[in-house]
């Protein structure tokens, strides 16, 4: 029970023992101490089901900040499911709401005193009065345990990411809600289901990359992105086939910044999907200016993360844009990365049977992961594209390799790319082996929007 119901409660009950006493004294009419005892009772009556529902529902942010900060001991959680979207393509949708629903059910038998607050569908903050840590540890494992009840023959685990964190109560509550999100960060670093504590020296790192996050999310809001475009060419006629859209990250300096710097931590933050649907809406509006335009451009490849691969309305928002833009199913050509062990494949396989008919999809860096044997049975992949380590490595053994490669994917019926072929000889030796596309430094650099239409015109 929060303190503003307990104050809600005192108020009915003095006002009913003054009532009580007025009419004793026959201070009150009959009629007056009727009316108000059934007034004070209905009152009761409300407030109870109110908390009764509160066991039930959400508290706000504001609930929460309230009772976290008028209490002098309580500590501070958060914790989520991992993989939550992978578990909801597993499981269902109506599943996985169960299971949410049992967590926070779990969280309040648990932990009766806690304020819950819900930052995300399966992500939850809340604070509460226990404080030891050896009864906090075995609260998560309880917790863990009742969830992991709904695993079916334990191939797909549902499992539980947790921080907490023992406040400095000279700090504000938003410097509070920072810590605890480190803590739960922190805990994602662990394969296994784990639970990690706010301890300032040992997250140092932490609180490093989430200065670069924030950066990030800033560059994001102000739109601080570059599309470049990375021309593809025929390997015998030498003609441009298409491109690549290629983003790039603009600091408030200047200077443009890789994206082997700045996607890994959109990786690790839920951002990259939003990256991944900039770029292609970008890339659509693109198409559609040279269209207008009837400049001939090809097939324009962009990148797709596997966070977007399980975004339950990636299609949706793909054909409402592709219809918007005007965009037909050889304009755009969707790259895939296959993975390491582990990683998802089953889910990149599954997006190319389903949606391969209807999108045009390439499987990028090629040969690289653990499952390229299995994305060639995919029949519809249209464009295998050939890592740049293929290239790179001059020894007999790997000219074979990539020899061997390239046999394979035509005798399969696919359209080959090498990327990254920056010199003569190995433009000659993908030429002698009849790979079909090349894309390097060797015939162009990525250009800016306008510096590629020039090419293109030209």
């Not at 108000?36 to 009152?43: D, G, I």
Request: contains cysteine.
């Amino acid at each position: 029970m929060k303190n503003r119901d307990l104050a809600i409660l005192f108020i009915i009950y003095i006002g009913m023992m003054a009532n009580l006493i007025l009419w004793y004294f026959n201070a009150v009419s009959e009629m007056f101490f009727y009316i108000f005892t059934a007034l004070a009772l209905a009152a009761l009556f409300v407030l109870t089901l109110t908390i009764i529902l509160s066991r039930t529902t959400d508290d706000t942010l504001a609930n929460l900040k309230y009772n976290y900060m008028s209490s002098t001991k309580s500590v501070l959680v958060e914790l989520d499911i991992n993989n939550f979207r992978m578990l909801t393509l597993v499981y269902g949708v109506e599943k996985m709401n169960e299971v949410v629903s049992q967590l926070k059910q779990s969280i309040l038998y648990i932990f009766p005193d806690a304020t819950l607050y819900t930052k995300y569908t399966d992500h939850f903050i809340f604070c509460t009065h226990v404080t030891d840590k050896k009864d906090i540890k075995n609260a998560f494992t309880e917790i863990q345990r009742k969830i992991k009840e709904n695993e079916v023959d334990n191939i797909f685990s549902i499992g539980l990411s947790c921080g907490v964190y023992y406040p400095n109560y000279k700090e504000d509550f938003e410097q509070a809600l920072d810590n605890v999100y480190l803590a739960f960060k922190n805990s994602k670093q662990s394969i296994k289901n784990s639970i990690s504590f706010y301890e300032p020296n040992k997250l140092e790192g932490l609180i490093e990359e989430n200065k670069n996050i924030k950066e990030t999310i800033n560059h994001i809001l102000n739109k601080n992105f570059q599309i470049y475009y990375q021309p593809k060419y025929d390997t015998k006629t030498k003609n441009i086939i298409g491109s690549e859209a290629l983003i790039r990250l603009v600091a408030e300096t200047g200077e443009v910044i890789s994206p082997s710097v700045f996607i890994p931590i959109a990786e690790k933050n839920g951002l990259v999907t939003y990256i991944d649907r900039y770029v292609i809406k970008q890339v659509c509006i693109f198409i559609n200016k040279l269209k207008k335009e009837n400049i001939k451009f090809g097939t324009i490849s962009v990148n797709l993360s596997r966070a977007s691969l399980t975004d339950d309305d990636l299609i949706d928002f793909l054909e409402k844009l592709f219809a918007r833009y005007g965009i037909e199913k050889n304009d755009i050509e969707l790259e895939i990365t296959e993975g390491a062990e582990g990683q998802g494949n089953n889910f990149v396989q599954d997006f190319i049977e389903v949606f391969g008919n209807k999108y045009r999809i390439a499987i990028d860096d090629f040969g690289t992961g653990y499952s390229s044997l299995e994305f060639l049975k995919a029949s519809a992949v249209k464009t295998i594209k050939i890592d740049k380590s293929f290239i790179d490595d001059k020894s007999a053994s790997g000219r074979k390799i990539l020899t061997n490669l390239i046999e394979l994917a035509k005798e399969l019926k696919y359209e080959t790319i090498c990327e990254g072929v920056e010199k003569q000889e190995d433009y000659d030796f993908l030429k002698k082996i009849n790979c079909d596309y090349i894309q390097g430094f060797y015939f162009s650099k990525p250009l800016q929007e306008n510096e590629y239409i020039e090419l293109l015109k030209k």
